[in-house]
């Protein structure tokens, strides 16, 4: 597993905290696993969630508007600014870690990237991600009237706006990354899933959603014909019964064992599920491919072969 590799590698939340003091720490403790890989000789393609930081955006925006009897800001808007705030510190985070290593930091950028999602997905009919702060049942529904939201109560904890979360069927600036990656320039691109968009006629609308980040990883793994899937999260390995006392974490499984694992309830969902689905989904879309799902601070022993659990296409 050390011949050189194209990798898209997708960055979980603990990559980058919840706030911006955190944040900036963080995406130093990050950029190392990153430019370890380059160092390694690997190409490697960014993508990074966005959960926290685009809750704190669309939470402020709608105080604003609140504030100033102003529009509301769509949260596609705040998505797209998600993607600017985080790469802006990512991008510096990588070149501050390729000057301490004595080495010249390569072309990089942040690309502002929508993605297309099917406007008749079945997502939009039951909308089940949560975004935004907790509301009492009354300032929910007014909210709900005033602005056209859907809200759900969350566990006890209060009510909140919810918005779907469709799958990805298109990257947009597709082509841009293809040109920038083949040049090898360092592309951070797809940020928090990306913007979701439908087409409509010749125009890209923004709709209210949330895109997995990790389907959009595998998404773009597939289109720019990558050898590897590498999604960083906050464990080693994947688990099966997990927070049992016969967990047992998995060194590989194939794309059927993976399959029927899901079957059996083993990943939760918002959680493992769609890292394993998006690994799945990327495997089977072409030979030789492999996902492999490991701890942020193990990527280069994963790279080896030595930790990580891979997701492979199996017989």
Known sequence: MSEHKKIVL?????ALGNTLPEQLKAAQVTTKA?????????????????????????N????YSQNNNSFTVPLSVCVAMSQAYIGYDIQNALREEFLNRDREPPAMASLVTQVRVDAEDPAFKDPTKPIGGFMTKEAALKEAGARGWIVKEDAGRGYRRVVASPRP????????IRAMADAGHLVICCGGGGIPVVSQGRHLAGVPAVIDKDLSASLLAESIEADMLLILTAVEKVAIHFGKPDQKGLDAMTVAEAEKYIAD????????LPKVQAGIRF?????????????????????????GTRIIRGA
């Open 10 to 14: 997708a960055l979980g939340g603990n």
């Open 34 to 58: 990153i430019v370890d890989l380059i160092v390694d000789g690997h190409e490697v393609v960014i993508v990074h969630g966005n959960g926290p930081q685009v809750g704190v955006i669309n």
């Open 169 to 176: 069927v298109e990257i947009i600036e597709l082509k841009a």
């Open 60 to 63: 402020a925006m709608t105080e």
């Open 265 to 272: 309830g083993e990943f939760a969902p918002g959680s493992m």
């Open 283 to 307: 495997v089977k879309s072409g030979p030789d491919r492999v996902a492999l799902i490991t701890h942020l601070q193990k990527a280069r022993e994963a790279l080896k072969g030595t930790t």
